[in-house]
């Protein structure tokens, strides 16, 4: 049984590293800011996620185990609320996606 949670647990652990890189990537190739975050704040919970998890699998049925799902928890509600308050803020000062129309229009509060 311990064998199959080790394999589990790096499972979790390789495919939360590869979301991770592959996020990196995402940021550095994709051309404006509002799809670098999308890139960043999907990527980015996804691979968090996975990864703690993993941790989870290897820490056993232990308080280390509900520390972890507790901060899977707050990285699910945190990370794309902010995300989303980033890119809010950032089209409601004017900086306009890079392939917008000119309808398209940034809205002043």
């Known amino acids: 049984m311990a064998l199959v949670l080790d394999i589990l647990s790096w ?3 390789g495919l939360g590293a590869a979301f991770l ?3 990196g990537i995402g ?4 051309p404006d800011l509002y799809a670098r975050m999308h890139a960043a704040g999907i990527i980015d919970t996804l691979g968090s996620a996975l ?4 941790l989870a699998f290897q820490a056993g049925l232990t308080l280390v185990t509900l520390k972890l799902l507790l901060i899977l928890l707050f990285v699910q509600f945190t990370s794309p609320t902010a995300t989303y308050a980033l890119a809010n ?3 409601r000062s004017g900086f306009a996606p890079l ?3 000119k ?3 940034p809205s002043k509060p």
């Not at 940021?27 to 994709?30: G, K, S």
Request: glycine share 8%.
């Open 11 to 13: 499972v979790f652990l």
């Open 21 to 23: 890189v592959i996020g």
């Open 27 to 30: 940021i550095l190739r994709f």
């Open 51 to 54: 990864i703690l998890i993993g």
């Open 89 to 91: 803020a950032a089209y």
């Open 99 to 101: 392939l917008s129309s």
């Open 103 to 105: 309808d398209d229009e």
